[in-house]
């Protein structure tokens, strides 16, 4: 996604549109569907460009728990300062806080692509989950857990039984 600097009016341009994930450097294997939604500021100073806003997509993956498909939103909070490149590569100091978030430009275009790619990619959680209170599959069956997390089949039980130190206790009980 290219902008000219030259097109930011002194008062600054605000993006608000949708572009596809092809559009925004994004391959198909990242999972990111259609259309992403950009709410974007740009500011000029001088040769400086500060960008502002977010990236709004939603996620097609798996679910971590019970592998069922499910879609996930993703809202990437995007702000970096471009300035031109020289020709000398500068040596970033670590300790350097005013470094990070700086990105460089070539000519008069900016390259928005690679910044809100990555901006929407590290937006996706470690944890995918169709919903918060998935409890995955049943060991023992493989079925899909109810929200309680109890199994009804009858090997669920059986080892529930057989790992209570009490059940044998309990049984002869019921029996005598």
């Given amino acids: 996604m290219l902008i000219s600097i030259n097109d930011i009016p002194a008062r600054g341009l605000r993006l608000d549109e949708d572009a596809t994930p092809a559009h925004l450097l994004l391959a198909p294997e990242d999972g990111v569907k259609g259309p992403v939604r950009l709410q974007l500021f740009l500011d000029r100073n001088g040769t400086q460009v500060r ?11 798996q679910c971590h728990r019970c592998a069922d498909a499910c879609e996930l939103p993703l809202d990437a909070e995007i ?3 471009f300035q031109p490149a020289t020709d000398e590569d500068p040596v970033v100091d670590p300790e350097d806080e005013e470094a990070y978030g700086l990105s460089h430009y070539e000519g008069d275009l900016l390259d928005l692509g690679p910044l809100l790619r990555d901006g ?4 996706v959680p470690m944890v995918h989950l169709c919903r918060p209170d998935c409890a995955g599959l049943c060991p023992d069956c493989g079925d899909r857990r109810p929200a309680n997390g109890h199994c009804e089949c009858p090997a669920s039980h059986e080892r529930a039984l057989s790992a209570n130190p009490f ?5 002869r009980q019921k029996s005598g």
């Fill in 79 to 81: 702000e970096t300062c």
């Fill in 51 to 61: 960008v502002t806003g977010r990236a709004i997509a939603r996620l097609a993956t």
């Fill in 167 to 171: 059940a044998e206790f309990f049984r």
């Fill in 120 to 123: 929407l990619l590290l937006a």
